[in-house]
């Protein structure tokens, strides 16, 4: 999960503004904001609903200030002409998110950006209030309670939106500084401010990844409680991800028929998740069950459609997971039956021969029997041959020209053990590794 999280915040990083942010002088803001709290203490100007909406907005001026001029997404060259004097007191290389970057110091924050030179991460280390964020929502709240007319709603949602972005940004830069719990918190703020009227637009993603992230600290009370409300709202991550992190929940609180139920209605809506397929086999195991009703699943699924074939790729896993491997390959090979354009059952079997002959070199170099070494190694050759064939017609059928390359580093890697002793080999490593050698340029 931690890769798809990553995904995620660099997703978020590169989201370009559309012009500068414009922001005031810390003086200023911290000075405004002063101002603002004191009307909103007085006693008759806290019953007016201008005040708090001055408050909100004063608060996100607040946060913005020690920003300085800098934007996600703003390149590193034009921000050293935009900000003229406001220069960097160190410059380093650091890695993020297993990404290398060149992070400028100044006073009040640090700016990451990326090796193309795009600013990703802005990260202030000197704000003016540590909670504005939160105070600005708190602020928009008031000001929505005394805007009875709902003349400011527009106003007051622009403020909340703003005030979202800002904590989800905050949750992510957490994220990739390895803050797991500050992640965490802050995705459940986000996800609060996004429900909050007149706003009320709900941030499914800053629902899902607060539970994600309550889960990999180990909060499972706090992550059920938000998991469970992202699959009512449909979100449910990667591929049922949420239902396999509930199923987990529910395993360790040892409610092994909760367990079950998010692990069936999971497979039912994703079929071809290989997280919620091997948590469903575990789980059968674990519990001495019959895996037929994986089988039953499956069948169900292939009534409601018949014609498709990635339902018989998914059986093919399942065999493959239970050590079937001979009805792995017929479910691959039913796939073509189906759909003849689908690619995956000839993947799965050309997988299932490359780990295979993978697994007998392994077991080769561990034999120390001339006699047995030799008949492993010949049984290893057939298995690397084997995975040729499936192969190509995948790389032959697929449109997906990220397929084409990833079947072709295997080609490449199984071809290669021929290349020297038969042209033919040599004819098809020379192509695939040309492919690959394309690929990375």
């Known amino acids: 999960m931690k890769r798809i999280l990553l995904a995620l915040a660099l997703l978020a990083s590169l989201q370009v503004a559309s012009a500068q942010q414009q922001v005031k002088s810390i003086s200023a803001a911290q000075k405004a904001a002063e101002k603002a709290i004191a009307a909103s203490q007085d006693a008759k100007k806290s019953t007016k609903q ?20 800098g934007w996600i997404g703003a390149q590193k060259q034009d921000l050293a002409l935009l900000m003229g004097d406001d220069k960097p007191s160190a410059t380093e290389t650091v890695e993020l998110g297993g ?6 110091t100044y006073a009040t924050r640090n700016y990451y950006y990326n090796a193309a030179g795009i600013l990703q991460i802005i990260e202030i280390t000197q704000p003016i209030y540590p909670d504005a964020l939160e105070k600005g929502a708190e602020a928009f709240a008031k000001a929505h309670e005394l ?8 106003e007051i949602s622009e403020g909340l939106k703003t005030i979202e972005s800002k904590l989800v940004d905050e949750a992510y830069n957490a994220y990739t500084f390895g803050n797991l719990a500050k992640a965490s918190y802050y995705f459940e703020k986000a996800a609060e401010v996004s429900v909050q009227e007149p706003y009320a637009k709900i941030d499914t993603s800053a629902v899902y990844n607060a539970g994600l992230t309550a889960w990999m600290l180990g909060e499972n009370d706090r992550a059920k409680k938000f998991l469970e409300e992202s699959v009512a709202i449909g979100y449910y991550g990667e591929e049922g991800d949420a239902y396999a992190k509930l199923a987990d929940i529910a395993d360790k609180a040892g409610d092994q028929q909760a367990r079950q139920a998010y692990l069936e209605e999971a497979f039912l809506k994703f079929p071809q998740s290989q997280a919620v397929l091997v948590g469903l086999i ?10 037929d009703r994986l089988f039953e699943l499956i069948a169900a699924a292939k009534e409601n459609e018949p014609g498709n074939a990635s339902l018989y790729y998914v059986e093919g896993n399942i065999y493959l997971e239970l050590k079937d491997a001979d009805n792995a390959i017929k479910a691959y090979r039913q796939c073509a039956e189906i759909n003849p354009e689908y690619e ?26 001339y006699k047995k070494y030799d008949a492993i190694m010949a049984e290893f050759e ?5 995975c040729v ?4 017609k995948a790389y032959e059928i697929t449109k997906d020209d990220n397929i084409k390359v990833a079947v072709s580093e295997y080609l490449k890697n199984a071809c290669y053990r021929f290349s020297y002793d038969d042209p033919v080999y040599k004819e098809k490593y020379d192509k695939y590794d040309a492919i690959v050698k394309a690929a990375k340029q």
């Open 50 to 69: 201008a005040t708090w909406l001055k408050l909100g907005k004063a608060y996100i001026d607040a946060y913005n200030a020690p920003s300085g001029n």
């Open 147 to 154: 805007d009875v007319k709902g003349k400011k709603a527009k």
């Open 282 to 291: 575990n789980f059968y195991l674990s519990t001495g069950g019959n895996t």
């Open 389 to 392: 064939e499936p192969f190509e």
């Open 344 to 369: 995956f059952g000839y993947i799965g079997e050309g997988q299932y021969w490359y780990n295979k002959a993978v697994d007998l070199q392994d077991a080769a170099a561990a034999e120390m029997d």
């Open 382 to 386: 057939t298995a690397l041959k084997n």
């Open 99 to 104: 990404q290398q970057m060149t992070k400028e």
